[in-house]
């Protein structure tokens, strides 16, 4: 072979590697796998500004790059890379849309990076105000609860005045007034509809006591003119104003009769 073929062909090895050298610069840093599976995601919150992504771990991959648009078909641009489950997307404006799309990479040892295929785009809405949550609505206090401590307050006025020790609402006293209430609807009497004597409610109750009082009334619209007509009669002005009494039940019921206001107090030591 002559010197000058063995120059020719030294200059086609040359090109050869050369071109070989160009084609792995040029080509990309890593490839699209059929392998690495296709993201699956969620948007689980939206604020004014950010958004949360959950996505559902399928596979072995690296992490993720997620891409966002303000048009399903417009041009994608990547936000952010990942190597969680979650991603926080911020600074959204919270009367714009956006719209989402993700894939997977996995990196090698030599640094090689493969990409899996995108995920379905996942719309963003805008920001919407979440409702107020209604506040409980308060149970009103049953008439004759309100009036039971009424009265009581209007009674320990009075004992006050006359130098007594304020007298305790109690809830047992209180439950057998209102059965009283009920029955002197029927008949206005401290005897009760079978006969026996009103203080034989307070034996149905198991309630023990060594001395008791009631006071009855009908007509009064509210505690602070039933109190006063007690303490207009002497009898029942007594029962109010006795230094034996500790204890105090109030009992009311309403009717569509004349009448229509009932009052039963029901006093114990």
């Known amino acids: 072979m002559s010197l000058k073929e063995k120059i020719a062909g030294r200059r086609s090895i040359l090109v050869l590697l050369l071109t070989a050298i160009c084609i792995g610069l040029l080509a990309p840093s890593g490839t699209e796998a059929a392998s690495l599976p296709k993201p699956v995601f969620t948007v689980t919150k939206r604020t004014k500004t950010t958004a949360t992504i959950k996505i559902q771990k399928k596979g072995t991959v690296t992490g993720y790059q997620v891409w966002t648009s303000t048009s399903k078909n417009g041009k994608y641009k990547q936000v ?9 997307l911020k600074k959204l404006k919270p009367n714009k849309v956006y719209y989402v799309k993700i894939r997977a990479f996995r990196t090698t040892k030599n640094f090689h ?4 295929k995108f995920s379905a785009i996942v719309k963003i809405g805008k920001y919407q105000k979440p409702e107020p949550e209604p506040k409980p609505t308060e149970k009103p206090e049953d008439t004759s609860e309100m009036y039971a401590k009424e009265v009581l307050r209007l009674v320990n006025k009075e004992r006050k005045e006359a130098g007594l020790e304020a ?16 029955e002197i609807t029927k008949q206005f009497s401290h005897i009760r509809p079978d006969g026996s004597s ?8 198991e309630y023990s006591y060594m001395a008791a009082g009631e006071n009855i009334a009908a007509g009064q619209p509210d505690p602070e003119s039933v109190v006063e007509s007690w303490m207009n009669s002497e009898g029942h002005r007594a ?3 006795s230094a034996q009494f500790k204890k105090l039940g109030v009992g009311y019921c ?11 107090q029901l006093f114990s030591d």
Do not use: M, P, S
């Not at 952010?80 to 926080?88: A, E, N, S």
């Not at 007298?167 to 009920?182: C, F, G, I, P, Q």
């Open 80 to 88: 952010d890379g990942i190597r969680t489950q979650t991603c926080k």
């Open 113 to 116: 990076i493969t990409y899996g």
């Open 167 to 182: 007298l305790v609402l109690d809830e047992t006293l209180t439950e057998a007034a209102n059965v009283r209430a009920e």
């Open 198 to 205: 009103a203080f034989t409610v307070l034996q149905e109750y």
């Open 239 to 241: 029962n109010i104003l």
């Open 254 to 264: 309403k009717t569509t009769d004349e009448y229509q206001h009932y009052w039963v």
